[in-house]
């Protein structure tokens, strides 16, 4: 019996979870139900599509990203972990650690009409110890309903602490990154990456003129960006996370990057759900941490 057959036979739920093989043998899952339907990669345990019902779709997914056993999906919401970024001592390992191109197992799944679940599993094994000499259980609880709300949980099952920085890099779908605005972050210090990570403070709301690459500091706070294009705002709502990370590559940047298509960059954002930089995350043995967000997107008749 293959692995599709196996799984769909464990954890596939008529009408609302469905595994199948996608691009280079990639175990792909869908999932439904009457709020909408969202696709996964089970590498890197990667939302890649969340489309509600009546809506247009919530995340970017680049048409030119690589589909590959080992190589990072361009879109939707690469999961960044047990580092954000590059690797604090060596930055000849992976950006972004390694979460996002390894291989998850599924551990449980839930669903009707009204609420689709789906838990899938990251545990220590030989090749995350060669990059990152810890044990540890990682889960990521993906909940479809009339919104979207990921959980990831990190367990130390190790003996001494885990410090971790982390990222749901979510790539949100904008129909003009020219009349979009982010709000939320009024006021908060920022690092500004493209400015020799300089400390500053937003003044207002949020516009991207260019690259723009802004990690917030030490806030929990709930951010919307309004995607006037599309006459909807999405909104994420976050918990056990005290940084938010903006970014569009801009031009120039998207251009430069193989599995961006030419003109994504005007019509993505990336709002990251995270704790990176100086709000770097400590576990000690036999504990857990756990980092989540919902997301929600509402046409402007509907606010
Ligand atoms: O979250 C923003 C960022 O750290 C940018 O600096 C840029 O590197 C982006 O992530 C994408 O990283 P990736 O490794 O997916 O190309």
Redo the contacts with the bound molecule.
Sequence with gaps: MNDITRMNQEFGIHSHINFFRGPDNLIMIRMNNDHGNLSLSLQGAQVLEYNPSGQKKVLWLSQKSNYQQGK?IRGGI?ICWPWF?DHPDNTSLP??GFARTSQWTVSDSHGNKDETILRLALTDNQQTRTLWPYSFSLELEVCLNHQLSLKLTTRNTGTSNLAITE?L?SYFAVGDIDQTAVTGLEDQSYFD?VDDLKNKNQTGEIHVKGET?RVYINTDKTTRISDTANRRNISISKSGSLST?I?NPGKEKAQAMSDFEGSGYKHML?L?TSNALTNKVTIAPGTEHQMGCVIRSDSLSQT
């Design positions: 990072p690469p970024g950006a972004h990222a890099h990456k690459d990370v970014w990336c990251e």
